[in-house]
Each structure stands twice: as C-alpha cells, then as structure tokens.
C-alpha cells in the first residue's frame, strides 16, 4: 500500500491533490487571497465574544450606565432577555453627535487620553453597542444634562438609522429587541427564559455590591425580581446594607470585618464565619477596582486562606473590594472584561490571604449563627401549652462568649491537666489527671464554663457565668489535634511512635501507587508508610500526637483524598490536608466516655488554641444558650 502524501500548495497559491483525495472544503482552499472582512461581519464576531447571553448584553449595558454617573438604573427583560432588554438610566445622557458615534466600533468616551494602562471606567473598549446592534434591532433613546428635548436612533441587524426628535426625560434608555434576530444559530444556545433571568439577576447583583450608593430595579415585565434602593450613611454602612440586601441578612453577622493594605494595594469587605459555609463557591463574591471578576488568582486565595478550617468541599462566603493602582492591573485581557492580569500576582494573593487569616483569628472562637439554629430551639419547648399568661415566644439571639484577653489565655493554659488531649491516649482510656470539678463549685469564670456532665457520651455540657456551654467533644479534639501538629510541623518536626506490630492495609494497586507517592510528605508528618508488595502498604511508624488511632482508616482516605488532589496542591497544601486527616482519625471520637477532669482539660484548651470555635470541616464546635434564653424557653421572661 503505498504511503499517503500530504497536501501541499504549489506556485499559484492553490492547493493539489495528494495522496488523501481531495480535502475537505476544497472549495473553501482553493484561493488564499487575504481580505477585509464587512463591517457587519466583523461585529457580528465581536458580538460573539461580548454578547455570550442576554445576560452579557445586560451587563454591557449597565456598566455604561454607571460610567455615565446614574444614581437610579432600571432593567426589564422580556422571555429572559431574547425578545427584549431595556435598560433606563438618570446619567448624564447623549446628544444627537454623540448617539450616532454610539453604535460605532471602537467609539468610547472612557479613554480621554488614549491610555490603556489607567483605565477607571467599566466599560472602555467600545464594543458593546455595535455588536448588540448587529446580532439584533437596537434602539438609544437619550437626553441629556441640560437640553430641553431627547433624540433617538435606530440600529437594526447592524444598519444604522438616523437621529430623531424623540421623548424621554434626563438620561438614557437603551432597547434591545430580538437579540440574535440575525444570527438565529445562536439562540440554540439560549437556556430557558427563568435561567437567563437568573444569570441577568446574578450580573445586577455582582455589580449593585459594587456600588451600593446605585439604586437598582430588575422585572420581568410582569414582576420585580430584584429591586435594591440606593443606600445611605457612610461608606462601611452603605456597603453593609448592600451585601445584606444580596447575600441575605444572615451574612452579617456571620461575617467579620477586612480591612488591610499592603505596598499600596487596598483590600476590604467582608468574609463569613468558617461555621457559615457553602457546598459552591457561588457565595464568593471579588471585585477589582470596582469591577466584578472571575479570577482563578484571587478565588485560590480564598481557598488557600480558609484551608485550616474548612473541608475541601466546603465554600466560605466572600464579598472582596480590591483597590489597585491603574498601572499594577491590566483590565483588558478579556473580551467581556471578566478577568484581570496583576504585575505582581504574590503580592495580591499574599495581601488576601494574610488578611483573611487575620481576620478570623481575631473573631476568635465565634462560630455561625443562622435563623435555623434559632428555629431548632423550638424543640426545647414542651408538648402542653403554656399558660396563657405567659406569652412565652424564643426571641433571644445565640451570642458568642467573649474573647477572653491575653490573661484569660495563660489562666486558661495553666489550668490544663498535665496530660491533656494532646498526649497520646491511654489504654484505660484516661487521658488526664486534673481533679474534677464538683457541682458545689460557683459559676465558673472561663468563657466556655466548667464541665457539668456529658450526654451521648458524645456533648459536653458546660456551664457558663450567665448561661450554658454545649461542646461536641470530636469536632473540638479535632482541632486541638490538628494545631497541635501544625505547630509541631513547624517547630521542626512531628514525634513518631512506632507500631509495635506494624500494619498492612490492603488497597487497590492504583491507589497504593499514589499514596507511595507521596510518602515524602506523610514522613514530615510522622506517617512513615512503605510498599508491601501489590495492592498492599505496611504502616511502621504514626504520629505520638494521634495516640491508638485507626490507621486503616486513616491511610484509606488519605489515599482517596491523594486522587482527588492530583498534582495541583503545593507541598505546604498537602501537608495541611494531611494533617487534617491525621487530625480526623486522631481524635477522641462520638461515643467515649469522659470523666469531669479530662472534660475540663478539653474546654481549657479550647480556650487557648485558635479557631477553636469550628473543627477543620468547618463545622461548629460548641454552641452557647443564655440563661436569658433558657428561661424564656420556660416562660420565665
């Protein structure tokens, strides 16, 4: 069979025949003669890439508004934005001259002086009006600051039309009817009109947190979907009310305050409570300069920032205000204007995290407080009514025990049994010696109280100076255990202990290769695991700080979680899930008994260790009830 030849072209530019036969669309090679595409043409291809869905039409649309000082921007979308898009705004408005310059390419007033690398408008590169007016039938109506009547044009499948006496009120109106009329291809693309609706409310929502001092309204004709009014009072009050307003009235005061600055580089907003968390990144919410982005940078941040405390398949919520200057950010890396590019990446992601961890370790031991935790307090109330006269009703609120001073943490410390949690577990399953505390004693000063007893064999309960303290005795250890190891990771290693009958565990090949793999890693941290053939590992050594741990257990999901990883995470990364692994497996578990002294050892440790107020999945540790609470539960109050 003789060996096929490959196309290639002769002297005149045009393609023979080879060995293959004709090509495909040959008749589309047949002429390499370079040429100038039509005007429509080419914005139609523009389109392509700024109007993806009406949602991006909204968007364009919006942030020209804002660009042009409106203080009130109204938004209706007809069958989710495919048979119309009206966008009315109170900005500074256009004339006739300026209508017609609109609709053409790359016509913008947001360059004064031609310089791309100070950029402080949203929409800047003058694109968004021509494309929509090719790919659909447009129509500006426009007033401006000033001028005693308003002007309207017409731009229709990408023919423009003429400036005509029209009215309208101070500001701009922009229509956009049969979005994609003149490339029907596209409307294949079109989700249902509740979906692109929802995509147009999340642009109005990314872009009213930005500018909460902008009054926003989105209906779908027949109903307000979104209306935010415009807020009032300084700028930390007005910002607070928007994200309150959008991300639900929850978030405030699950959330604590960020405020940093680095090298001229500004972050601020606010970040929520690791125990107030999503199963998406959908509640993370990052701005630059004003401008909602998407950016892979800034989102790792976060995540990087929150690894300590919260599970790999957790989200935080997020509302993020970076501030830099014009000449340390390009903005104009993208079509759409969703991503940005930073001269100095470290700088930016180290500003963000820094300030994320600094935050939340301020906050203390606080941990989430929603509606539903008040809601479930109505099982505490009794089956028969209560007497009428009492009226009982739950209004109190779940409030965090105040952060206890520098003094408090070295009483704290002190108070500790001289083999705390951390040691490696008895067998007798004793792991202190402090004495217990006897129910004579008065109300105890510490901020998570003094153990009264223990329930389940699983909660704590403490009680507090003016209320009780419930602790989840696993989730606790778990962070005790895992702080524990961090800090002997970085004061120069982890204590091994070695197994005195060293165990295998039987796994797939595939997985016994990864998990060798990465043995380097688990030696750092005491783990000392070696290949015992096919589809088997030994485990040798563990870390002192685990105790008897469940070390089948503990190398399986290690394994599982080394898939999930793959190559990406850095080695400080893997160590930290390794080590809150470790810490999983290491920790007292739900269903062990526990007497008063090492009760008490727990609560005191908890006070002296940071982000105690959650384990390192996120979830809560303890929860506090007031006694103002409780006896309203009994009708007291």
């Known amino acids: 069979m003789p060996s096929a030849k490959p196309l290639f072209p002769d002297h005149r530019h045009r393609y023979v025949e080879g060995g293959f036969g004709h090509p495909p669309n040959s008749s589309l090679l047949r002429t390499m003669t370079i040429r100038l595409l039509p005007p429509n043409l080419v914005n139609q291809i523009a389109a392509g890439e700024v109007v993806e869905r009406p949602a991006s039409a909204v968007k364009e649309l919006v942030e020209n508004a804002i660009d042009a000082g409106a203080r009130r921007i109204e938004v209706v979308l007809g069958a989710g934005g495919q048979a119309l898009i009206s966008v009315t705004d109170d900005g500074c408005g256009m004339g006739p001259e300026e209508l017609e310059l609109a609709v053409e390419r790359h016509a913008t007033s947001k ?34 600051r000033g001028a005693d009547s308003a002007w309207t044009l017409l731009v229709e499948g990408g023919a423009k039309g003429a400036p005509e006496p029209a009215a309208h009120s101070q500001g701009t109106r922009v229509e956009v009817r049969d979005l994609f009329f003149a490339t029907p291809a596209r409307l294949k693309f079109l989700k249902n009109p509740r979906t692109e609706l929802s995509h147009a409310k999340d642009v109005l929502e990314r872009l ?40 639900g009235r929850d978030f405030g005061p699950n959330s604590v305050l960020i405020d940093a600055e680095r090298e001229g580089l500004r972050l601020s907003g606010r970040v929520s409570l690791p125990t107030f968390n999503k199963a998406t990144a959908a509640g993370q919410y990052l701005f630059v300069n004003g401008r909602p982005v998407r950016d892979r940078l800034l989102a790792g941040a976060v995540r990087g920032a929150y690894q300590d405390v919260l599970a790999h398949d957790r989200h935080a919520m997020v509302a993020l205000f970076l501030e830099v200057p014009a000449e340390e950010v390009d903005v104009n890396v993208h079509p759409a204007k969703a991503e940005v590019r930073f001269r100095d990446q470290g700088l930016v992601r180290g500003l963000i995290v820094g300030a994320i961890k600094h935050a939340l370790a301020a906050a203390g031991h606080r941990a989430a407080v929603s509606s539903g935790d008040l809601g479930a307090l109505g099982a505490y109330r009794p089956a028969s009514s209560l007497p009428s006269h009492s009226g009982a009703t739950f209004g109190g609120r779940w409030e965090p025990p105040p952060r206890p001073s520098a003094g408090a943490y070295q009483q704290a410390a002190e108070a500790q049994a001289p083999l705390g949690f951390f040691e490696a577990a008895q067998p007798q399953g004793r792991a202190f010696d402090a004495e217990p505390a006897t129910a004579a004693e008065p109300p105890p000063a510490y901020p998570l109280g003094l153990a009264r007893g223990q329930v389940h064999d699983t909660y704590i309960i403490a009680q507090t100076a003016d209320g009780l303290v419930i602790v989840d005795q696993h989730a606790a250890h778990e962070r005790l255990v895992y702080e524990r190891m961090k800090a002997a990771l970085a004061s120069g290693g982890i204590t091994r202990q070695g197994l005195l009958l060293p165990e295998v565990v039987e796994m797939d090949e595939a997985a016994c290769v990864r998990l060798l793999a990465r043995a380097e890693d688990m030696a750092a941290l005491g783990l000392i695991v070696e290949s015992f053939g096919p589809g088997a590992v030994v485990v040798r050594e563990t870390p002192a700080l685990l105790g008897d741990c469940d070390v089948q257990g503990l190398i399986r999901d290690l394994a599982d979680e080394i898939a999930e990883w793959g190559g990406m995470l850095a080695l400080q990364d893997r160590l930290a899930h390794v080590c809150g692994t470790m810490a999983c497996h290491g920790s007292v578990r739900a269903g062990r008994s526990l007497n008063a002294a090492e009760m008490n050892a727990l609560l005191r440790q908890m006070e002296a260790t940071p982000h105690s107020g959650q384990c390192n999945h996120g979830r809560p540790t303890y929860v506090e009830l007031k006694l103002a609470d409780i006896e309203k539960l009994f009708g007291r109050r």
Request: aromatic residues 4%; charged residues 25%.
């Open 208 to 247: 009213s947190m930005a500018h909460p001092r902008i009054g926003f309204t989105l209906s779908d004709e027949t109903r307000a979907v979104l209306k935010l009014p415009a807020c009032g009072g300084d700028d930390e009050t007005a910002r607070v009310e928007r994200l309150t307003a959008v991300l």
């Open 111 to 144: 360059l004064p002086d031609d310089d791309l690398f100070h950029i402080q408008a949203l929409g800047f590169r003058g694109e968004a009006l021509p494309s929509i007016g090719s790919v659909a039938r447009l129509r500006l109506t426009s007033r401006p």
